[in-house]
């Protein structure tokens, strides 16, 4: 199994001082820090994409491209590329420029957006962002392949023998398809044969299960081989300490700030306390041994080849960096050994067409 570090940029202003750090302070952190990632033997790092008050990562490609020159091994992710509201020939011209810097290391994730508020920037609603994600979809599923594309749709301007420059290095680069609440995604992703990734943060098990096990039964139904279907994972955190209940005590401070954060949002909560998050979601906290543990449960439900976390906090902190050189001493090496995929031994060659 691949494991990536993906971090979202969020930035707000602190509980109790009140104080918002610079836009230099949150960028300049993950452009230090991928490095150190790539040194632990992480497999990727990963840049989220929103456009709200609350966060600083509008510019994912800018932020890769700076990486693509600062690391040589990690695949550069996104999470996720906001497809619905983007034109997809400027999402292809911009990933395709990465993926030859980076000498073919892109791996996009897209999805549709979940927020009102990201819509309207963008003059949409949320009433149709499903149709614009497919739409969207389609076209550059055509651009990362052919050149001279003849194209028309609803959601932006017809193409005559149009070539996006520059070709990707990958033929074509791999598009996950970011899945966290419907059928929508799972079937969009079988369709075009391309591998899905479940969100798998804010929920249990079960609710995220159903979704893959959805996308491999409609992977099946456009007569694909259900052995090509790639699936990966996220989580919503990850901290180790030798002592289970010290991890579980210093991961607590950040967990309750997580909710406070969500009901401040009018968000009403999913686990009742943290031991129920780490019992029933992708809470990946405890002792080495136990981390190992949760990750073997969902990989026994998912089948995934690829696991994200967020929710590690910054480097910076000694406890937090303490737990990350831990999971990166003990934990790491064992799932990438012993947990089979198939996913960077050669660049993706597939070029097909949906069903």
Do not use: C
């Not at 609350?54 to 996720?80: K, N």
């Amino acid at each position: 199994m691949k494991f990536f570090v993906v971090r979202l940029l969020m930035n707000r202003p602190d509980p109790a001082t009140g104080r918002r750090a610079s836009a230099e302070e949150v960028l300049g952190e993950a452009l230090r820090e991928a490095p150190i990632f790539e040194e632990l033997g992480f497999d990727g790092y990963g840049i989220g994409e929103h456009h709200i008050d609350d966060a600083e990562a509008s510019s994912p490609p800018v932020l890769l491209g700076y990486l693509a020159a600062t690391t040589t091994r990690l695949r550069l992710f996104t999470g996720v590329t906001v497809l619905s509201l983007l034109d997809p020939v400027r999402v292809a011209e911009d990933y395709a420029t990465l993926d030859v810097i980076s000498g073919g290391r892109v791996e996009m994730i897209i999805g549709k957006g979940n927020t009102e508020e990201q819509s309207r920037v963008f003059g949409y609603t949320n009433a149709d962002q499903w149709e614009r994600n497919a739409e969207h979809y389609e076209l550059l599923h055509r651009l990362l392949r052919e050149e001279h594309v003849n194209w028309s749709g609803r959601f932006r301007p017809p193409l005559e023998r149009f070539t996006s420059r520059p070709r990707p290095l990958q033929q074509p680069p791999r598009v996950w398809h970011g899945s966290a609440t419907s059928t929508a995604s799972t079937d969009l992703a079988a369709r075009f044969g391309d591998p899905l990734f479940s969100a798998n943060v804010s929920g249990p098990l079960e609710q995220y299960a159903a979704l893959v096990d959805d996308y491999r039964r409609r992977w099946a139904e456009y007569g694909r081989d259900p052995a090509d279907a790639l699936v990966g994972a996220g989580s919503a955190a990850l901290h180790v300490h030798r002592d289970s209940q010290t991890a579980v005590d210093e991961f607590r401070p950040a967990y309750e700030a997580l909710q406070a954060g969500a009901r401040a949002l009018g968000v009403p909560p999913v686990f009742s306390s943290l031991e129920d998050a780490i019992a029933r979601g992708s809470y990946f906290v405890g002792s080495p041994q136990q981390v190992l543990d949760q990750i073997h449960r969902y990989h026994e439900a998912f089948g995934h080849e690829v696991q994200h976390t967020g929710g590690i906090g910054s480097l910076d902190d000694p406890v937090r960096r303490r737990s990350i050189e831990l999971f990166a001493a003990e934990v790491l090496p064992v799932i990438q050994r012993d947990l089979p995929d198939r996913l960077w031994s050669h660049a993706p060659t597939a070029v097909d067409q949906p069903a």
